[in-house]
Each structure stands twice: as structure tokens, then as C-alpha cells.
């Protein structure tokens, strides 16, 4: 029989074991084998697996995992949202996934190295995916953030930059002007 408690330890603080005890005989009559196995470390163990597992739940990152055919294993309430927000393909793949998931899934499995910058934009908004092969399983996590902001931002660069260099060509073309005008002498 196995059995837990708590025991208090000379230091005053209680630790938890499991404990098992197994009939003996011997030559007096019966005797028994008690085990001890402390316990303390293992539920370290778990509670940190659980912290761990909340990690995931409450990330304001999208998380997917895949199968080896690129279908949707397991997604975190980000990815649900995202899903609610831009639905599925014809292929019943989440749109919001690059169009060639399931050739990406594939290289990343048999490659078994992450693949990374893959932009997805979806009605105004672009994400970037970072694929990663699940160590030991026949599956690819998936990560998604939300960088429509820093798009936008490099677009609104661009835009400068452009607006900017067309600004200098016509100041070249009024200096370059201006300049012709100041060395031509003017006839009378």
C-alpha cells in the first residue's frame, strides 16, 4: 500500500512523502519494510509544469500546435480570438496561417529547425510567424505576433523617405536654376 502525508523535519518545516509499507517475513512472525520517498521536489516539478502551462493560456501571443498534416492540434486564447476574427481557408487551414502551412509544417519537421519572418496580412493587419518543431512529437508550434503597427510604421518611412528625395531633386533642380541664371548675363 502507498499512502502521502506531511512529516515535520527536525528544522520545524514539513515536507511531503510518500510512504509504502510491504509485509516481511521472518522468523519471528511478520515483520514489514517501510519506504519513504520524499516528494517535495517532484511537486516543485508539477507546479512549475503548471505555471508553465499557464504561460501559454494567458500569452498575448498566438500559439498553435500542428500536426504532421499542418491540422490545428491546439490553440491558445490568442490564436482563438484570431481565429474568431478572420476564419478559416477553403482548405479549412486558419487563414491567418501562411497559405503554405502544410509544405511549411513538412520542412520544418524534417529539418527539424524553426522557420522564422514568415508575414501573414489579413484584412489591413500583418502577422509574423516563427514555426518551430516540438522536440520528441510529431508536431509544430506555431507563434504569432501582431506587427501591424511596425508595418505601418515602415510604410509611413518609405513614404518620407520618398517624399524627402523628391524634395531634394527639386531643390537640386532650383539651385542648379538659380545658379544658370546668376552666371548667364541677361542681354539688354
Known amino acids: 500500500t502507498q ?3 506531511r512529516v515535520r ?3 520545524q ?3 511531503p512523502i510518500e510512504y509504502g509499507c510491504v509485509p516481511y517475513p521472518s522468523e519471528r512472525g511478520r515483520g514489514a519494510i517501510l519506504a519513504f520517498h520524499d516528494l517535495t521536489r517532484q511537486l516543485e516539478l508539477e507546479k512549475d509544469l503548471r505555471r508553465l502551462a499557464a504561460i501559454a ?3 498575448p501571443i498566438a500559439i ?3 500536426n504532421e ?3 490545428l492540434v491546439h490553440a491558445n486564447p490568442a490564436m482563438m480570438s484570431l481565429l474568431q476574427t478572420f476564419g478559416f481557408t477553403s482548405e479549412a487551414r486558419p487563414a491567418i496561417l501562411p497559405s503554405n502551412i502544410e509544405k511549411l509544417t513538412v520542412q520544418c519537421r ?3 529547425a524553426e522557420i522564422g519572418g514568415l508575414e501573414v496580412g489579413l484584412k489591413g493587419n500583418t502577422y509574423e510567424w516563427k514555426l518551430v518543431p516540438v522536440s520528441g512529437e510529431r508536431l509544430v508550434r506555431g507563434y504569432g505576433i501582431d506587427v501591424t503597427a511596425r508595418k505601418r510604421a515602415e510604410i509611413d518611412l518609405l513614404r518620407a523617405k520618398e517624399k524627402a528625395g523628391a524634395a531634394a531633386a527639386d531643390q537640386v533642380v532650383f539651385l542648379v536654376t538659380t545658379t544658370q541664371a546668376i552666371h548667364t548675363p541677361q542681354a539688354s
Do not use: P
Open 57 to 59: 493560456e494567458t500569452s
Open 69 to 71: 498534416d499542418a491540422n
Open 9 to 11: 523535519c527536525r528544522d
Open 3 to 5: 499512502a502521502q502525508m
Open 13 to 15: 518545516s514539513f515536507r
Open 64 to 66: 498553435v500546435e500542428l
Open 110 to 112: 524534417e529539418t527539424h
